[in-house]
Nanobody, 126 residues
Framework: EVQLVESGGGLVQAGGSLRLSCVVSGLSFDDYSIAWFRQAPGKEREGVSCMDSSDGTTAYADSVIGRFTISSDNAKNTVYLQMNNLKPEDTAVYYC???????????????????WGQGTQVTVSS
């Protein structure tokens, strides 16, 4: 059974930092691209960042460039999202997603991903 389990969310003041973790099990970690998405109340789910397994490249949404960093620890089957200088508009439920065909030019497309975690809430106060 494939499982993606996010953790690390919480309440933080604007300008603060959080590190989200996504522990992946039940699939060949090295073969799957892992992406982070987020969904704020009343808004569509949007791509935040992706780590492409095919070439190791990373991608970011324009709104988080310079503030968020995606990384992985393959020995722990874990992908991280380091979030610095958080803003109130970063408030959302954050999800990690995996697919063997994920990544690439259309990495931020939700339909590209087969497996999803349950999400972790991030709330940034002003």
């Amino acid at each position: 059974e494939v499982q993606l389990v996010e953790s690390g969310g919480g309440l933080v003041q604007a300008g603060g930092s959080l590190r989200l973790s996504c522990v992946v099990s039940g699939l060949s970690f090295d073969d799957y691209s892992i992406a982070w998405f987020r969904q704020a109340p009343g808004k569509e789910r949007e791509g935040v960042s992706c780590m492409d397994s095919s070439d190791g490249t990373t991608a970011y949404a324009d709104s988080v460039i310079g503030r968020f960093t995606i990384s992985s620890d393959n020995a722990k089957n874990t992908v991280y999202l380091q979030m610095n200088n958080l803003k109130p508009e970063d408030t959302a439920v954050y999800y990690c997603a995996a697919d063997i065909l994920g990544g690439g030019k259309f990495w931020a497309t939700t339909k590209l991903y087969t497996y999803w975690g349950q999400g972790t809430q991030v709330t940034v106060s002003s």
